[in-house]
């Protein structure tokens, strides 16, 4: 037996902005040609198939037309519900799915699997909706925690197994099984500042151990591909929704099962329809530097590292890159001697000339004035002072005395 293993969607996300939806249309019609030459038997779909709760008309439109042209290959289609999924609005229609289609999203159906056969006999498959402790601890012992209720939830697949086993154990006595979660895992490493923490309180990560018991574990949530062991493995998301996952490939796990259970898995590779590049250097060096001229058709989020900021850098920028999405000041950390905080060096201020250069090193990552700045300082604070003595600085039409610095 076959099986394709996807995950997280995220139907619907922007990408800074942009619409994802045409994009991810092409990548998963993409998908489907890979179930169709692969004679693919089974497609799992590990939850956060759409990336809100309330998603939009169109998302819906792209999950059906996906679901039914999946469908439509012959494979059987078993989708679970992620944290970002509203569990109410993606089971609703479960019911009125055409055969083949399955969208499980109650944790009262976790034990009972969906059964697809081959010439070896059955192989059980248990969808984990996304849990909520919060929703659950008063009904499951232990569920406390995204671990607590995992460990439970494949408890239910271990007792549904250990009732079977001998009655339609396949050739060789063995009870195939593969089960499909989306959590944390314990040994992953999270894309930073992309997948929301399913944690009770702290960091909640669910121990590999959990996972015991079946044949293949089909997890969600990491977007980039991981593998935890041989049978537990993240397939992440088949598109880039952020700049740090842009190392990483974007396709999905075919796994075979054989008559004794896993077989092996390997990757197939869907098509990246922008490629994602981040640029650091000196600002002048990237908007008009040969080595960035591969980069001139990619999504690109700039790191500029000159001292000082500059002047509407975003709309410079896309110039060269029309689809620069990001950008942002990022000068060397200088090392200073100075260990004083911005309102210590203003208030040890001596002269207008100290206050105006502690505000330059303030806002400007350490960098003061430089030559020809301090030289233009002192100009403009030397005809202030003249004009102060000439009696000339006027505030609502009376002559003043102005006592006040020029930077506070």
Known sequence: MRILHTSDWHIGRTFHGHSTLDALRGVLDALVVQVRAHAVDVVIVAGDVFDSATPAAACYGLLSDTLAALADTGAEVIVTSGNHDSAARLGFQAALLRPGIHVLTDPAEVGTPITVRDEHGPVHIYGIPFLEPALLRHEWPGATSQAGVLAHAMGL?????????????????????????HCFAAGVEPTPHLERDIQQGGLDVVPLQTFDGVDYMALGHIHGRQQLSDRVRYAG?????????????????????DAAGFAGARWLDLPVPRPLRTLRGAFDEILQGDAYADAEDAWVSVEYTDAVP????????????????????????????????YTQRVRAAQSDAELVEAFLVHVRAGEGASDRE?????????????????GDVRTGGRVARSTAPVAT
Do not use: I
């Not at 998301?237 to 796990?253: C, I, M, N, T, V």
């Not at 233009?376 to 000439?390: F, I, K, S, T």
């Open 157 to 181: 697949v271990r007792a549904d197994l250990a009732a079977r086993r001998g009655a339609d154990a396949g050739v060789g006595g063995s009870l195939r099984a593969v089960a499909v979660a």
């Open 374 to 390: 301090a030289e233009l300082v002192r100009d403009v604070l030397g005809a202030r002072e003249r004009a102060e003595r000439d």
């Open 310 to 341: 500059q002047a509407d850098p975003l709309r410079r920028l896309q110039q060269r890159f029309p689809h620069c999405a990001a950008v942002a000041h990022t000068p060397p950390a200088r090392n200073s001697e100075d260990t004083r905080s």
């Open 237 to 257: 998301a088949p598109l880039h929704y952020s700049f740090g996952e842009g190392d990483k490939p974007r396709g999905s796990w075919l796994v075979e099962l």
